[in-house]
């Protein structure tokens, strides 16, 4: 994922914090804030030291979130700033489960549309 597509500044971090529009499941928290002057989303990730001790840890769970972000980028709407705060629960996920709990923290937040049965076919 570019750094474009990345909520980087304090400033923009608190703005999104501040528009208390939140969901969250027992892995994630979702915070989001529509603006029309986007023609991409943007997303901030944070994994706090709760969350993982070590770098190395934290890390790899901001990849797994960044790739399920990166599989999914079609959609979500353009016009999103959001951010996802992992929660010390996630602490242990692997890929598949980091994709499935947020997957479901972004469809109750209505950052993306709920995902049609894999089973079926078109």
Known sequence: MRKSYRVKSEKDFQRVF??????ANRAFVIYKLKRTENTHFR??????KKVGHTAVVRNRLKRYIRAVL???????????????ITRPYARNFDMTKVRKN????L???H????MPNENEEE
Do not use: C, M, N, Y
């Open 43 to 48: 997303v901030g990730i944070s994994v706090g």
């Open 70 to 84: 990166t599989e999914r980028k079609t959609d979500i709407d353009p016009q999103l700033d959001f951010l996802v």
């Open 111 to 114: 950052v993306i549309e709920e």
């Open 102 to 105: 947020l997957v479901h923290a």
């Open 107 to 109: 469809t109750l937040a």
């Open 18 to 23: 501040k528009s208390s529009d939140s969901v």
